[in-house]
């Protein structure tokens, strides 16, 4: 399994973070973009629940060794990779600084592309032996471009954007901050 790394050496990790945030909690609900609902969209948190609540569900499964979303410090593996995910959620990250962070000492993470929970929160129907082939994708690492998703009787395409389920310590890594603001408005 080379994306589960239980290690010590450094590793460089990206979180959206507001100014005066410290690193995120160890709570999907903490620090994670998706956990608070924009205010028009009350719908989601329904979704985003739904579909956590699955990926843990067949984690703990099949998939015990690997750190839960649930418990883990959500970011993202390259500084690529969190920009890519500000191009596909503007709103999640607006007014947000993305934060560079390194581990410290002995950790557990994994990595895996987020992009298969923003098929999960499409507006669809999706049976239980789909929901349990999406899980099954998302904690084997692979990629969503790789399996050829339909949404609507069309190819579903997203980019990947590689989160990491962080669990260990983390500290913050000064350097000067890029804005989640639109150029022009920070």
């Known amino acids: 399994m080379d994306h589960l790394l239980r290690d010590n050496s450094t590793l460089e990790l990206y979180a959206w973070l507001d100014d005066d945030a410290e690193l995120p909690g160890w709570d999907v609900l903490v620090g994670n973009p ?10 989601t948190t329904v979704q985003n629940y739904f579909a956590e609540y699955h990926l843990e569900y067949f984690r703990q499964r099949l998939y015990r060794h690997f750190p839960s979303r649930l ?9 690529v990779d969190a920009e890519t995910f500000r191009a596909k959620h503007p709103a999640r ?11 410290k000492g002995a950790y557990v993470c994994s990595f895996h592309d987020c992009s298969w929970l923003d098929y999960l929160r499409l507006p669809h129907s999706l049976s239980l032996s789909t929901l349990d082939e999406i899980a099954n994708h998302y904690w084997k690492g692979a990629l969503v471009e790789e399996v050829g998703l339909t949404f609507m009787n069309e190819r579903w395409r997203e980019p990947p954007v590689i989160e990491a389920l962080f669990q260990g310590t983390l500290e913050t890594v000064v350097s000067p901050q890029q ?7 920070a």
């Open 34 to 43: 998706f956990g608070e609902s924009l205010p028009e969209d009350r719908i």
């Open 71 to 79: 418990h883990a410090v959500l970011l993202f593996a390259t500084r």
């Open 93 to 103: 990250v607006f007014g947000k600084a993305l934060t560079c962070a390194r581990s």
């Open 179 to 185: 804005s989640g603001w639109l150029p022009g408005f």
